[in-house]
């Protein structure tokens, strides 16, 4: 009996670590209270919000009293509507040296991560948020 309790105890408590982490990551909210910063691609097409991670987590909390590497981004389009999110895993920094924001020619965003350079195509989700599938 006691080893079906212990088993259950243990079972339960890792759902329950499994669903905080997915319900209430730190990147899961964001708005004017964590906005850290804003920048605008070259012909105002798209921008750039880099917000700071809140304290939900025991490694988001790590992260802020760390001090480095405590922000996500989120590109959003002219009309506001949300194009691509960091991954809510990522802890990245403020630095935006080397980042290129998409443009109406050039659907590439380019900023540096933690693994260094990162490059994605965002057409798809440009498309998808355009309406052109």
């Not at 906005?35 to 025991?58: A, C, F, I, R, S």
């Not at 920094?93 to 080397?98: L, N, V």
């Not at 998409?102 to 195509?121: A, F, H, M, Q, W």
């Amino acid at each position: 009996m006691k080893k079906i309790l212990l088993k259950l105890i243990i079972l339960s408590s890792s759902c329950l670590a499994i669903v905080w982490l997915l319900l209430f990551s730190s990147s899961s909210f964001y708005g004017d209270f964590n906005l850290y910063y804003t920048k605008e691609g070259d012909d105002g097409e798209y921008y750039l919000n880099m917000y700071q991670h809140l304290p939900t987590t025991p490694i988001a909390v790590y992260k802020l009293i760390d001090g480095y590497d405590k922000y996500f981004w989120v590109l959003y389009n002219k009309e506001g509507k949300e194009i691509w999110h960091s991954p809510y895993y990522a802890y990245l920094s403020d630095d935006i040296s080397g980042m290129a924001i998409p443009t109406k020619k050039n659907n590439l965003l380019r900023y540096s991560s933690n693994g260094g350079l990162e490059v994605i195509d965002l057409t798809d989700k440009i498309n998808q948020v355009n309406g052109k599938k």
